[in-house]
Nanobody, 123 residues
């Protein structure tokens, strides 16, 4: 079972990126899913989460209004649309699948993790 995150890259401050998370080996249609990020020397932090049916989304307070999480069940993918990017958004972004159908902000609740995709925002 794998989660594959992609779409990262180098972007100037104020720019946008769209991250994608694809599932392989199984589907996660019954699991909540989320994005986390980890900057060098810092702990992994919650970014955004979405419930199994897409009806409930949660965002880190500092990211509300700039980031949007969504999922496409037909393609077994989850997305993170990131706008108005800032240098402090620079990090490795990870997608993860929750042990249950709902989502949470708590890292240990997520049992499947992707390998991460690097996002670098230049000033």
């Amino acid at each position: 079972v794998q989660l594959q995150a992609s779409g990262g890259g180098l972007v100037q401050a104020g720019g946008s990126l769209r991250l994608s998370c694809a599932a392989a080996g199984r589907t996660f249609t019954n699991n909540g899913m989320a994005w986390f990020r980890q900057a060098p020397g810092k702990e992994r932090e919650f970014v955004a989460a979405i419930s199994w049916n897409g009806k409930s989304t949660t965002y880190a307070d500092s990211l509300k209004g700039r980031f949007t999480v969504s999922r496409d069940y037909a393609q077994s993918r989850m997305y993170l649309e990131m706008n108005s990017l800032k240098p402090e958004d620079t990090a490795v972004y990870y997608c993860a699948a929750h042990r249950r159908s709902y989502s949470s902000t708590y890292v240990p609740d997520y049992i499947y993790w992707g390998q991460g995709t690097q996002v670098t925002v230049s000033s």
